[in-house]
Nanobody, 125 residues
Framework: QVQLVESGGGSVQAGGSLRLSCAAS????????LGWFRQAPGKEREFVSA????????YIADSVKGRFTLSRDNAKTTVYLQMNSLKPEDTAVYSC??????????????????WGQGTQVTVSS
């Protein structure tokens, strides 16, 4: 089992920044890929960013490209999402996900095996 805990969410004005963290615990040696998704009220969960097990490949949604940056610690148990130039449309619950079986593409929710509870990000205009 793998447990994921997100932190760093909050309320910010448009143009501001937040840094989300996702800490993994449990059988972390099984983790291959880590990703972030978000879900706004009344909308489906959408892909934000992901990093492969090797760290050589990162993926980011067009809607946040140039504003959000994904990174991971050397132990591969914590992943960070730096969010800059936030917009009201970025308001959502952000959840991290971990995959223990290599599945592709990482932009799909079905490619992950474990999910965190999520952290709320609210951007006001």
């Amino acid at each position: 089992q793998v447990q994921l805990v997100e932190s760093g969410g909050g309320s910010v004005q448009a143009g501001g920044s937040l840094r989300l963290s996702c800490a993994a615990s449990g059988r972390t040696f099984n983790i291959l890929d880590l990703g972030w998704f978000r879900q706004a009220p009344g909308k489906e969960r959408e892909f934000v960013s992901a990093i492969s097990s090797s760290g050589r490949s990162t993926y980011i949604a067009d809607s946040v490209k140039g504003r959000f940056t994904l990174s991971r610690d050397n132990a591969k148990t914590t992943v960070y999402l730096q969010m800059n130039s936030l917009k009201p449309e970025d308001t959502a619950v952000y959840s991290c996900a971990a995959g223990i079986v290599s599945k592709r593409p990482l932009t799909r929710t079905v490619s992950y095996d474990y999910w965190g509870q999520g952290t709320q990000v609210t951007v006001s205009s």
